[in-house]
T-cell receptor, first 115, second 117 residues
Framework: DSGVTQTPKHLITATGQRVTLRCSPRSGDLSVYWYQQSLDQGLQFLIQYYNGEERAKGNILERFSAQQFPDLHSELNLSSLELGDSALYFC??????????????FGPGTRLTVL | AQKITQTQPGMFVQEKEAVTLDCTYDTSDPSYGLFWYKQPSSGEMIFLIYQGSYDQQNATEGRYSLNFQKARKSANLVISASQLGDSAMYFCAMRPYSGAGSYQLTFGKGTKLSVIP
């Protein structure tokens, strides 16, 4: 158990819908990262937050957004869902940001299926 | 930009034997970290081992060791005494310690390891 929690574990929804994925980082970790794992794209970085502020953006679609709240939990919002958004979404957390060794601990993931 | 290449989509190894999973990387950053993660069929990502680009010695963690050859830009994972529970996908990843990409991990496509009894 990495200490990172993600809910829900599974999510099945229809095209055009909007969903929210939730992540609670390990106690003491200030950084939260979101990754998407799909069959065709592999594991891709989406976005990072540090202590409530956006720090880095990767291959995140405009239909997707995220935020980190004062209690440091984070939510990833996916809207106007398409079939291609079906994937495993991981949240990871770390103590700091980009400097030096900073192990990222991954949550169990949320498996999103868009029908 | 960083790139990770894992050339072995699938590997088989006999139980109790050692196996090497290949990873090469490309980066222009002088300082970076290399990571290996294991993803069993249940889906979670499990951190295995880390190597810093300036570390003088190859990293070891129990049955896992990292064969780091900086000049060749390779960071191969060696698993000794394979166990049935080692059957999983293995991902090599890197993160530079400077520049715009210094926050996220860049992953390879992964290698599926199957341990044969």
């Amino acid at each position: 158990d990495s200490g990172v929690t993600q809910t829900p574990k599974h999510l099945i929804t229809a095209t055009g819908q909007r969903v929210t994925l939730r992540c609670s980082p390990r106690s003491g970790d200030l950084s939260v990262y979101w990754y998407q794992q799909s069959l065709d794209q592999g594991l891709q970085f989406l976005i990072q937050y540090y202590n409530g502020e956006e720090r880095a953006k990767g291959n995140i679609l405009e239909r997707f957004s995220a935020q980190q709240f004062p209690d440091l939990h984070s939510e990833l919002n996916l809207s106007s869902l398409e079939l291609g958004d079906s994937a495993l979404y991981f949240c990871a957390s770390s103590v700091g940001t980009g400097e030096r060794y900073n192990e990222q601990f991954f949550g169990p993931g949320t498996r999103l299926t868009v029908l | 930009a960083q790139k990770i290449t894992q050339t072995q989509p699938g590997m088989f190894v006999q139980e109790k034997e050692a196996v090497t999973l290949d990873c090469t990387y490309d980066t222009s950053d002088p300082s970076y970290g290399l990571f290996w993660y294991k993803q069993p069929s249940s889906g979670e990502m499990i951190f295995l081992i880390y190597q810093g680009s300036y570390d003088q010695q190859n990293a070891t963690e129990g049955r896992y060791s990292l064969n780091f050859q900086k000049a060749r830009k390779s960071a191969n994972l060696v698993i000794s005494a394979s166990q049935l529970g080692d059957s999983a996908m293995y991902f090599c990843a890197m993160r530079p310690y400077s520049g715009a990409g210094s926050y996220q991990l860049t992953f390879g496509k992964g290698t599926k390891l199957s341990v044969i009894p």
